[in-house]
Every structure is written in C-alpha cells, then in structure tokens.
C-alpha cells in the first residue's frame, strides 16, 4: 500500500465503549498529525507527532488520547466519547513539520457516537 | 483571534473558469495552502505560496498577496470532477496551519 491508510473507515460507537483508531503512512514522513473534521467547519488539529514524540496537543479532551509507537504509525485511542465527538477523523503525515512541505491526509474514519 | 474566510459555496457551469477567494488573519504568515476535498474523501494538496504573486499549475492557479491578507484559486476549464470542496490554510508564526472551512463547488453542465 501507498500513502496514509486509516483503519476502520467507519465505527459506530456507544458513549461507554473504549475503541481505536489507527493510521499508518508509507512514505517515510517524520510528522504525522490527528484532526477532526466536522460539516461545514475548518479542520480542527488535535494532536502532532514529530518523530515519535508529541509536540501538539490542542486543548482536547482527556477521552481522545493519542499514541505513536514508532514514526509510521499512529493511533487515537477512544473512551467514554459524547455524541457531540461523531466527526471524521483524519489522520495526516509530511516529511518534516512546519515550513513549506504539505500535509498527505488519510481517508479518514466517519465516527458516530450514539 | 486567528480567521480564515472564504465563501461557503460557489457554483459554475462546465468549460469556465471560477475564482475562490480566501481571506485570512493570523498571528504571522508561513505560507498558505489550497487543498481539494471530494465528498468523502481525504483533502489532497493543490498548491503553496509563501511570496506575493501567481502560481500556474496546468488548470489550476493561486494568487497571493501578503499586504492584503488575500489568495485566490482559480480553476480554468472547468471539469465536472472539479466539483468539491476546496480548503485553503495558513500557516501561521508558530508554524501551525489554520483551517478555512472551505468553498463547495458545484459544476453545473
């Protein structure tokens, strides 16, 4: 496989469950990056990964919590979510973090919290 | 407060050309981004500027001026898989990008 893949592509989850996301990029990039995209608002950063360490956490609650084992992979780790958390999650990678190099996005995973 | 304007929804007719305006203020400039995001899919990069001027990229072209706080992306020859979502970000002095949130394009024929 090329590019970011994302696994699952949709979860539906209840407000007790605990699941995960995982995202994983073939491209040798050293930044990857979690976002929530919700309908007809900007993309929301969540958290940044520089070469296996966080460097970003925006303000986001406790029950998202982030882990990066190693610099292709990186998940987000789900509890006790709200409904006002269903979004598309999308996970992204570049070569470096800042300057001029783009962000390469996942599909994203369509999250519903019931 | 750091914004990013542009238009929530623009339509156009197949063959012409549509210009998509993005307005920002942010705490410093690092270069701004247009990205495309069709429905259900992932944003894919378009195009950067960091100096002030044009840049052509086959149909695709973006504007940018600094001193005005001004870009545009303009898309000539309108196709109907142009029909998307069009993103445009900047990075800011903290090098973090922020998020318009974005202009819906519909081709019409």
């Known amino acids: 496989e090329t590019g970011v893949t994302q696994t699952p592509r949709h979860l539906v989850m209840g407000m007790t469950n605990k699941k995960s996301l995982k995202c994983e990029q073939h491209?040798?990039?050293?930044?990857m990056y979690w976002y929530k995209q919700s309908a007809k608002k900007p993309l929301e950063l969540m958290f940044v990964?520089?070469?296996?360490?966080?460097?970003e956490n925006n303000s986001v609650p406790s029950r998202f919590s982030p882990e990066c084992p190693n610099s292709s992979h990186l998940f987000l780790h789900l509890h006790t979510l709200q409904p006002e958390d269903s979004a598309l999650y999308l996970c992204?990678?570049?070569?470096?973090?800042?300057?001029?190099?783009?962000?390469?996005f996942g599909p994203g995973t369509r999250l519903t919290v019931t | 407060g750091q914004n990013i304007d542009q238009p929530t929804e623009m339509t156009a007719t197949e063959g012409a050309i549509v210009q998509i305006n993005c307005t920002y203020q942010?705490?410093?400039?690092?270069?701004l981004f247009w990205y495309q995001q069709h429905a259900g899919e992932a944003p894919t990069f378009l195009s950067y500027?960091?100096l002030d001027g044009l840049e052509e990229k086959g149909r695709f072209s973006s504007f940018l001026s600094r001193s005005k706080g001004y870009s545009y992306l303009l898309l000539k020859e309108l196709q109907m898989k142009d029909s998307a979502s069009y993103l445009c970000?900047?990075?800011?002095?903290?090098?973090?990008?922020?998020w318009g949130a974005g202009t819906k394009l519909i081709i019409k024929p």
């Open positions: 992204a990678s570049s070569q470096e973090m800042g300057s001029s190099y783009e962000q390469y």
């Open positions: 491209l040798g990039h050293n930044a």
């Open positions: 990964y520089s070469l296996e360490e966080r460097v």
């Open positions: 942010t705490s410093g400039f690092n270069g």
């Open positions: 500027n960091v």
């Open positions: 970000a900047v990075r800011d002095s903290n090098y973090q990008l922020i």
